[in-house]
């Protein structure tokens, strides 16, 4: 090693030729042992995140459940015969307010058998229209002294769906009146009005559903000054809820 202002002692021709402003760094055992426990730290860290994928449940598998993998398959879509139900179209924590008129919803059921939304089997006003299934759903004034039974009906076209709408336009009390959840062993729905009481009705097919609302009171042996006007006010905001959704699709 040679310093600036000093003489090679070496013999000539034995001189180093390496400039004297080149340093060639020595690693020391300190620096060595450093960078070897970094790595392992690294390798550590990697090893503790791959392993927080695991499933807890799995037993110690080295599966991540959690985490899709690197080219799988995405889940399938829903149906819409599997997406048609209640709590996705009228979720029990939604009321409604529309029209001066505020109601919560009260039950819901649903069915891919049409037959389970008549009153009364043995007049299907539904028979021979395509029908693939319904849902029912009871909405209650917040006074509770209106209550208004909906039923959307699903079919495979427009068509069908219009062709319901004149069977059921003459009697929407042949469905059931959701009202409240059925007993056990007991009826699927609230005793009919039977045409001794005022009731409000609107039948109307919206794409290839079809809404059929129906308001009455829940003491019909009270005193309702309001008269029909209630009812009616109760028929419009359900129905015109109930359309909406059906009304893109």
């Not at 080149?22 to 055992?29: G, K, Q, T, V």
């Not at 009390?173 to 001794?196: R, T």
Request: hydrophobic content about 40%; charged content about 15%; glycine content about 10%.
């Amino acid at each position: 090693m040679t310093t600036q202002g000093e003489r090679d002692p070496r013999p000539a021709g034995q001189q180093s030729h390496v400039p004297t402003r080149i340093h060639r760094a020595r690693r020391s055992p300190r620096r060595v042992l450093l960078g070897c426990t970094l790595a392992v730290a690294a390798a550590g860290v990697g090893w503790i995140v791959a392993g927080s994928q695991v499933d807890a449940g799995s037993g110690g598998s080295s599966t991540a459940t959690n985490v899709p993998a690197i080219g799988a398959t995405p889940a399938e879509p829903l149906t819409e015969a599997q997406s048609f139900t209640a709590d996705r179209y009228f979720p029990p924590q939604r009321g409604i307010d529309l029209f001066d008129y505020k109601a919560k919803r009260t039950t819901a059921r649903q069915s891919a058998t049409c037959a389970d939304a008549l009153f009364d089997r043995t007049h299907d006003v539904l028979r021979d229209t395509g029908c693939q299934g319904y849902v029912g759903v009871g909405f209650s004034r917040l006074d509770q002294q209106v209550v208004t039974s909906l039923v959307v009906l699903r079919f495979a076209d427009p068509a069908a769906a219009a062709k319901a709408a004149q069977a059921v336009g003459g009697n929407p009390e042949a469905l059931v009146f959701v009202l409240a959840p059925p007993l056990p062993g007991g009826p699927s729905a609230a005793p009919h009005p039977g045409g001794k009481e005022p009731t409000s009705s609107r039948v109307q097919a919206v794409g290839h559903y079809l809404t059929v609302t129906v308001s009455r009171y829940a003491d019909p042996g009270a005193a309702n000054p309001a008269g029909e006007a209630a009812l009616d006010a109760a028929t419009r905001a359900v129905s015109f809820t109930a359309e909406a959704p059906f009304a893109w699709l």
